[in-house]
C-alpha cells in the first residue's frame, strides 16, 4: 500500500498481489509464520478461517529503524444533503401509486400517523418486485417519522413524505446494487459498503455494533432492517449536530438532554 488510510475495498485486494501468506489456509488451533520483507507500507489481514468469528493474535514486526503500524480505521462522520424539493417534472408510475395511497389514507387533515405510514410504505413496496421484504415494521415507521417530522407533530405532510420517499427510493438503489444474489437481504460485508454510499463513513466498531443489531442469524440484513439502520444513523447524527455548537464532534449532555437525544434517535 502506498499512504492510504482508509479501509480497503475488494478492489484494492484484486488489483494488487499477495506479498507473504501463511502457507496452507486450514482450520488449525494455531498458525504460525515467518516472513522477510522489503521496507515498505504494508496491509496485514489477520483472519479467521469462518466468517463472523472473533480470535487473538500476535503480530511481530522487527527492522532496523523505527517502524509504526496502526488499524486502519474511518473518520466517523456523514455527509449531510439538503432535502430535493418536490419535483416539478414528469411523476413515475409509482410515484403517482404513493400520491393516491396517501391521499386516500389521510383524509382532509393530509397527514399521516405511525401506523398510517406503516400502511402507505407496505403497500406500495409491495408492488415493487425488485424488493424482496415482509414489509415496514411499525417501529420502523415511527423512527421515519420522528426524522421527517420537523414541526414535532408526530404526523407526517404531504411534502415530508415526499422528502422520505426520496430518501427511501435512493437507499432501495443502494440495497439492490448490493444484493448481487437478488434474495433479498445483503451480507454483513455489502452492509459496510452500503453504508458508505449512503453517506456514513464509520469505524469497526460500531459497524460490529449494526450487525449484532440488524443482521439476522446468518448476518444478512433485509430491507426493513437496512433502512432502519440508515434512519436511526441520520437521526443520530442530525442530533449530535444540533448539540455541538461548536463544530469540534464534541458535545456535553446532561441527563435531560442526554435522554432526549436517545429518544429523538
Same mark, same amino acid.
Given at each position: 500500500?502506498?499512504?492510504?488510510?482508509?479501509?480497503?475495498?475488494?478492489?484494492?485486494?484484486?488489483?494488487?498481489?499477495?506479498?507473504?501468506?501463511?502457507?496452507?489456509?486450514?482450520?488449525?488451533?494455531?498458525?504460525?509464520?515467518?516472513?522477510?520483507?522489503?521496507?515498505?507500507?504494508?496491509?496485514?489481514?489477520?483472519?479467521?478461517?469462518?466468517?463472523?468469528?472473533?480470535?487473538?493474535?500476535?503480530?511481530?514486526?522487527?527492522?532496523?529503524?523505527?517502524?509504526?503500524?496502526?488499524?486502519?480505521? %474511518?473518520?466517523?462522520?456523514?455527509?449531510?444533503?439538503?432535502?430535493?424539493?418536490?419535483?416539478?417534472?414528469?411523476?413515475?408510475?409509482?410515484? /403517482? /401509486?404513493?400520491?393516491?395511497?396517501?391521499?386516500?389514507?389521510?383524509?382532509?387533515?393530509?397527514?399521516?400517523?405511525?401506523?398510517?405510514?406503516?400502511?402507505?410504505?407496505?403497500?406500495?413496496?409491495?408492488? %415493487?418486485?425488485?424488493?424482496?421484504?415482509?414489509?415496514?415494521?411499525?417501529?420502523?415507521?415511527?423512527?421515519?417519522?420522528?426524522?421527517?417530522?420537523?414541526?414535532?407533530?408526530?404526523?407526517?405532510?404531504?411534502?415530508?413524505?415526499?422528502?422520505?420517499?426520496?430518501?427511501?427510493?435512493?437507499? /432501495?438503489?443502494?440495497?439492490?446494487?448490493?444484493?448481487?444474489?437478488?434474495?433479498?437481504?445483503?451480507?454483513?460485508?455489502?452492509?459496510?459498503?452500503?453504508?458508505?454510499?449512503?453517506?456514513?463513513?464509520?469505524?469497526? /466498531?460500531?459497524?460490529?455494533?449494526?450487525?449484532?443489531?440488524?443482521?439476522?442469524?446468518?448476518?444478512?440484513?433485509?430491507?426493513?432492517?437496512?433502512?432502519?439502520?440508515?434512519?436511526?444513523?441520520?437521526?443520530?447524527?442530525?442530533?449530535?449536530?444540533?448539540?455541538?455548537?461548536?463544530?469540534?464532534?464534541?458535545?456535553?449532555? %446532561?441527563?435531560?438532554?442526554?435522554?432526549?437525544?436517545?429518544?429523538?434517535?
Amino acid at each position: 500500500m502506498h499512504g492510504n488510510k482508509q479501509p480497503m475495498q475488494k478492489d484494492f485486494f484484486t488489483s494488487n498481489n499477495i506479498k507473504a501468506r501463511s502457507r496452507a489456509y486450514i482450520n488449525l488451533r494455531e498458525v504460525t509464520q515467518r516472513f522477510r520483507l522489503s521496507p515498505g507500507e504494508y496491509v496485514i489481514v489477520p483472519s479467521t478461517y469462518e466468517p463472523h468469528q472473533e480470535g487473538e493474535f500476535i503480530l511481530r514486526v522487527f527492522s532496523e529503524k523505527r517502524n509504526t503500524s496502526e488499524e486502519i480505521e %474511518n473518520r466517523i462522520e456523514a455527509d449531510h444533503p439538503v432535502p430535493d424539493p418536490a419535483s416539478t417534472g414528469e411523476e413515475s408510475e409509482e410515484d /403517482q /401509486q404513493f400520491l393516491s395511497i396517501f391521499q386516500q389514507i389521510a383524509g382532509d387533515q393530509m397527514e399521516i400517523s405511525a401506523n398510517d405510514l406503516k400502511d402507505v410504505l407496505n403497500k406500495v413496496v409491495s408492488k %415493487n418486485k425488485d424488493v424482496h421484504t415482509e414489509g415496514f415494521s411499525r417501529e420502523s415507521c415511527r423512527s421515519m417519522i420522528a426524522l421527517m417530522d420537523m414541526d414535532g407533530k408526530g404526523r407526517l405532510s404531504l411534502q415530508e413524505f415526499r422528502q422520505l420517499w426520496n430518501k427511501i427510493k435512493q437507499w /432501495q438503489g443502494i440495497f439492490k446494487r448490493y444484493d448481487f444474489d437478488h434474495t433479498g437481504t445483503i451480507s454483513s460485508y455489502e452492509m459496510r459498503n452500503a453504508i458508505n454510499d449512503a453517506g456514513f463513513r464509520l469505524n469497526n /466498531q460500531l459497524y460490529d455494533i449494526i450487525t449484532m443489531r440488524y443482521a439476522n442469524e446468518n448476518m444478512n440484513i433485509d430491507f426493513d432492517s437496512f433502512v432502519s439502520c440508515l434512519v436511526r444513523l441520520e437521526g443520530m447524527f442530525r442530533a449530535f449536530q444540533a448539540f455541538d455548537q461548536g463544530g469540534d464532534g464534541t458535545i456535553r449532555l %446532561n441527563v435531560l438532554e442526554w435522554l432526549q437525544l436517545t429518544m429523538y434517535a
